[in-house]
């Protein structure tokens, strides 16, 4: 499959917006194809709030010896699904997250949680040391009866 867009951005929080706009930009596009009118707010949201929540761990967790750390997000269609594969070469790490304890109002530990809640798949790999986080989302479309 062909990525719809590839970016590298430096592993710097400076550009956590390109990657939200980004995100959210060709959530928009691929949702204006697939959404109802009333969805398309809700899908790009979902996307740039779990672009943005993978990005700050990719940054947040890059190891400080590491020279040019890099992000690279590449989003790409597959049969009707928008995919997202966000790729670093931080250590390895679990995906699988608890809900984070509300009532000690932790300031961190959410990005996880919130991701699997958003997307309809979240997967992690280990490939050639590096971890890629892959989500897949699909727009709901509301069919009418004729």
């Given at each position: 499959m062909n990525p719809i867009v590839t970016l590298t951005l430096q592993a710097d929080?400076?550009?956590?917006?390109?990657?939200?706009?980004?995100a959210?930009?060709?959530a928009e596009i691929f949702a204006d194809i697939?959404?109802?009118?009333?969805n398309i707010a809700e899908f790009c949201h979902a996307y740039e709030l779990s672009v943005s929540e993978a990005f700050?761990?990719?940054?947040?967790y890059a190891e400080p010896s590491q020279e040019k750390k890099q992000v690279t997000i590449c989003f790409w269609s597959d049969n009707g699904t928008l995919v997202v594969n966000i790729i670093d070469n931080?250590?390895?790490?679990?995906?699988?997250?608890?809900?984070?304890?509300?009532?000690s109002y932790p300031e961190?530990?959410?990005?996880?949680?919130?991701?699997?809640?958003?997307?309809?798949?979240?997967?992690?790999?280990?490939?050639?040391?590096?971890?890629?986080?892959?989500?897949t989302k699909q727009?709901?479309?509301t069919h009418t009866a004729t």
């Open positions: 929080l400076r550009y956590l917006r390109i990657a939200a706009i980004t959210s930009n060709v697939a959404c109802t009118e009333g700050t761990n990719s940054v947040r931080n250590p390895q790490f679990d995906p699988i997250t608890d809900a984070p304890d509300i009532n961190g530990g959410y990005g996880l949680f919130l991701i699997h809640r958003l997307m309809d798949k979240v997967s992690y790999s280990r490939i050639d040391d590096s971890n890629m986080l892959t989500m727009p709901k479309t």
